[in-house]
Nanobody, 125 residues
Framework: QVQLVESGGGSVEAGGSLRLSCIAT????????MAWYRQAPGKQRELVAR???????NYADSVKGRFTISRDNAKNIVYLQMNSAKPEDKAVYYC???????????????????WGQGTQVTVSS
């Protein structure tokens, strides 16, 4: 019913920039928040940044001042602008969203958390 698809991952040199995008598609009624998580090899998945539908944001301490999350509510897209990249930013980045879906055909609605498939970010020193 709902899909999150990330794009924009790749390789960047330390100090460089990269922008990730994630679009939510499907039977979406509204989106409460959208977020980016990351998971490095051998580590737990961690929250990078989150943005609510009113534009409030919060960031992991490790990316404050370097990463910026933004959102296009009309297009259901969330972005993560990564500046001053560091080797420790290397990870698989996942899009996450809290979505209220509405299916007119079956007359049902619900609220679920969704994840994208992940996009690899590599930072070379």
């Amino acid at each position: 019913q709902v899909q999150l698809v990330e794009s924009g991952g790749g390789s960047v040199e330390a100090g460089g920039s990269l922008r990730l995008s994630c679009i939510a598609t499907g039977k979406i009624s509204s989106i409460n928040y959208m977020a980016w998580y990351r998971q490095a090899p051998g580590k737990q998945r961690e929250l990078v940044a989150r943005i609510t539908n009113d534009g409030s944001t919060n960031y992991a301490d490790s990316v404050k001042g370097r990463f910026t999350i933004s959102r296009d509510n009309a297009k259901n897209i969330v972005y993560l602008q990564m500046n001053s990249a560091k080797p420790e930013d290397k990870a698989v980045y996942y899009c996450n969203a809290d979505i209220i879906w509405l299916d007119f055909k079956i007359h049902e609605t619900g609220r679920d958390e969704y994840w994208g498939q992940g996009t690899q970010v590599t930072v070379s020193s």
